[in-house]
């Protein structure tokens, strides 16, 4: 059984940073493209990163500079820094494994930057 779990959200005031932390458990870890998602409400959920299995990354244009990603394929976990965070930023963040035909979500972690 595959899982995804997210940790690391919270509140956090503009201008702060987090760190979040997605574990896989049930895959193949190493071959899987890694990827952070967010979805604030009333908007479609969205690419933030990702990381290829040969650690390729990929940012939305609205994080760049700002977030990094990263993975520990011996603790098959992936990691989301970010930092100068903004009110945009609010939303529930979500872990995301995808290989081929497979594809896995994790529950979603909730970040949320207000004053």
């Known amino acids: 059984q595959v899982q995804l779990v997210e940790s690391g959200g919270g509140l956090v005031q503009p201008g702060g940073s987090l760190r979040l932390s997605c574990v896989a458990s049930?895959?193949?870890?190493?071959?899987?493209?890694m990827g952070w998602y967010r979805q604030a409400p009333g908007k479609e959920r969205e690419l933030v990163a990702e990381v290829t299995s040969g650690g390729t990354v990929n940012y939305a244009d609205s994080v760049k500079g700002r977030f990094t990603i990263s993975r520990d394929n011996v603790k098959n976990t992936v990691y989301l820094q970010m930092n100068s965070l903004n009110a945009e930023d609010t939303a529930a963040y979500y872990c995301?494994?995808?290989?081929?035909?497979?594809?896995?979500w994790g529950q979603g972690t909730q970040v949320t930057v207000s004053s």
């Open positions: 049930g895959l193949g870890f190493g071959i899987y493209t």
């Open positions: 995301n494994a995808r290989a081929r035909v497979d594809m896995y």
